[in-house]
């Protein structure tokens, strides 16, 4: 029997070995994944093992709260570590170092500033510094853009924010009273570039849009809107207009001066883009060019048909044209059409043009 015990004990110690050497790293590499290729034989046999008795650490969520963090350029893995554990997003610096080490992701920790949620592991977190997306996005809104095409803009912008939830959000005065007479959002979501929280959601971002709105309207400017009779929904409804009739900003006053002109006058505004408006749908939300059967279509917002306003905004105005709206040319213009020379200016008159208004340029021009 005693001859037998030290062919036990080497059995033992031949399987501690096995374990030691084969076991636990395929272990190991089952859980965590394969080693780094830079790990020669024995630091991958001592990576495992450490891996395997930090096991408990690495998967245990950290119970600390949403945080922000900055990693600085050129920090080390360990100073980053030790950092990490001081404010308490991981449970444990060594092990954060030896999870790095063994997978390799040492060498790809990305600076930047991150926004880490509550109650993550060791893993969560050093898979989340690999990829450093901002936690900020720039989110712009064109001039002249309906509330659809701000809409269909949202999917690839960063924003939380879904598509169907805007409109629902954008169509919801009761959020906005100052907005008196609107029914919709429409004309009052800003034009500009904003720099919004990926969590941004509908509400949010309508509110930012309408906000800055409210932040342009200065009292210089609803002076020059009283100042033309006009009430600021008025004022909105002519400058989205003015908007989609202009393509350069420097002729929005004379423009502005035509519309104010008819209006005073009792004749229709006959504008294309109101009809565009009203006969728009999905993917082709300003069709061009119009029809004469088009210009017949019977809609509130066909200025061909209805003498006056239509009842809201057909756009998002910039500020130049509101501003033109408020500070309109004095002319005794009625009429105004595209020069066609491709420079996007157009001929202006006191007098009925010959042709009628509906014409349009050539395609191409």
């Known amino acids: 029997m005693r001859r037998l015990i030290p062919i036990l004990l080497a059995l033992i110690f031949l399987c501690a070995i096995i374990s030691v050497f084969v076991l636990i790293p395929i272990q190991v590499e089952r859980n965590y994944g394969p080693p780094s290729p830079r790990l020669s034989l024995g630091q991958r046999y001592q990576f495992a093992l450490r891996l395997f008795w930090h096991d408990g650490l690495l998967t245990a969520p950290s119970n600390s709260p949403d945080q922000f963090f900055t990693v600085d350029a050129g920090e080390s893995p360990i100073a980053i570590a030790q950092r990490l554990q001081s404010a308490g997003i991981i449970l444990d610096a060594r092990a954060f170092l030896d999870y790095l080490i063994y997978t390799g992701l040492d060498t790809s920790l990305q600076a930047g500033d991150y926004r880490f949620d509550a109650n993550l592991s060791i893993i969560d977190v050093a898979r989340a510094m690999q990829d450093i997306t901002p936690l900020d996005v720039t989110f712009i809104v064109l001039p002249g853009w309906r509330m659809e095409e701000i809409a269909a803009s949202l999917p690839t912008s960063g924003l939380d924010a879904a598509p169907e939830a805007f409109l629902t959000a954008a169509r919801d005065l009761l959020a906005f009273p100052f907005l008196d007479g609107a029914s919709t959002g429409e004309g009052f979501l800003f034009p500009d570039a904003y720099i919004l929280p990926r969590a941004t959601d509908a509400d949010a971002l309508v509110a930012a849009l309408v906000r800055n709105f409210a932040n342009h309207l200065t009292p210089d400017l609803e002076t020059g809107f009283s100042n033309q009779g006009l009430t600021v929904h008025q004022a909105v409804i002519l400058a989205s207009i003015i908007e989609r009739e202009s393509v350069i900003h420097d002729e929005m006053p004379l423009i502005a001066s035509v519309f104010l002109n008819r209006l005073r006058s009792g004749w229709k505004l006959d504008s294309d883009p109101t009809v565009q408006y009203a006969l728009g749908t999905e993917g ?82």
């Not at 910039?318 to 001929?347: E, I, T, W």
């Open 284 to 365: 082709n939300w300003w069709p061009n060019p119009l029809s004469a059967f088009d210009l017949q279509f019977d809609s509130p917002y066909n200025t061909y048909l209805y003498t006056g306003l239509p009842p809201a905004p057909i756009c998002n105005p910039s500020m130049d044209a509101l501003r033109a709206v408020a500070q309109p040319a004095v002319s005794d213009y009625y009429f105004f059409r595209a020069k066609c020379d491709g420079s996007g200016l157009h001929n202006f008159s006191s007098v009925r043009k010959l042709g009628g208004e509906a014409e349009v340029c050539p395609p191409g021009i």
